[in-house]
T-cell receptor
Framework: DAGITQSPRHKVTETGTPVTLRCHQT?????MYWYRQDPGHGLRLIHY???????DKGEVSDGYSVSRSKTEDFLLTLESATSSQTSVYFC????????????????FGAGSRLTVL | RKEVEQDPGPFNVPEGATVAFNCTYS??????FFWYRQDCRKEPKLLMS???SGNEDGRFTAQLNRASQYISLLIRDSKLSDSATYLC???????????FGTGTQLKVEL
């Protein structure tokens, strides 16, 4: 268990309002990610972080910002939510596949379901 | 052309059947490959990594064909609990370029 908690798990908001999703991890992982999942698109990377205050954009970063002020928390903010940002948002951490594996894999949180009306 | 393509299914199979999924990828420089499983309204979970020599984990076998640029997942003796969506994931370049397929839905029936 990678100890990833996402909050809120469900949120309904109105167009134009700001929204912040929180991802909290308890195992001191360096890399953290935010993805969105939509029908027909698979999981798409929004932003990722490779350390405190170190973040970078993914393929669908427009309209989103992130912050990582401490190792355990990675926040995703929608400054002014739009209906196109209705989606399921997954946070993930990167860790080794196993003790004898050199492969890095992603472990996901339970997801945050956001509806923008 | 999408970077990673999967047949969306659904694949409807009877319990006990053998079923196989393929996933094609477009970037020949892709380095690592994975299969994830996702249950309805849940997060994706790692099923298995895919090694060049192929690998097996119980009823599940994963294969990589670099020449034809596809990976496969074979499930033997399907169980009702295998019903889920199976995501193909490809790593290209540095550790942050992970591309997910849209998934193949499997329904195992009595």
């Amino acid at each position: 268990d990678a100890g990833i908690t996402q909050s809120p798990r469900h949120k309904v908001t109105e167009t134009g309002t700001p929204v912040t999703l929180r991802c909290h991890q308890t195992e001191n992982h360096r890399y953290m990610y935010w993805y969105r999942q939509d029908p027909g698109h698979g999981l798409r990377l929004i932003h990722y972080s490779y350390g405190v205050k170190d973040t970078d954009k993914g393929e669908v970063s427009d309209g989103y910002s992130v912050s990582r002020s401490k190792t355990e928390d990675f926040l995703l903010t929608l400054e002014s939510a739009t209906s196109s940002q209705t989606s399921v948002y997954f946070c993930a951490i990167r860790e080794r596949a196993g003790l004898d594996s050199g492969a890095n894999v992603l472990t996901f949180g339970a997801g945050s379901r956001l509806t923008v009306l | 052309r999408k970077e990673v393509e999967q047949d969306p299914g659904p694949f409807n199979v009877p319990e006990g059947a053998t079923v196989a999924f393929n996933c094609t990828y477009s970037n020949s420089a892709s380095q690592s490959f994975f299969w994830y499983r996702q249950d309805c309204r849940k997060e994706p979970k790692l099923l298995m990594s895919v090694y060049s020599s192929g690998n097996e984990d119980g009823r599940f076998t994963a294969q990589l064909n670099r020449a034809s640029q596809y990976i496969s997942l074979l499930i033997r003796d399907s169980k009702l609990s295998d019903s889920a969506t199976y995501l193909c994931v490809v790593l290209t370049g540095g550790g942050n370029k992970l591309t997910f397929g849209t998934g193949t839905q499997l329904k195992v029936e009595l």
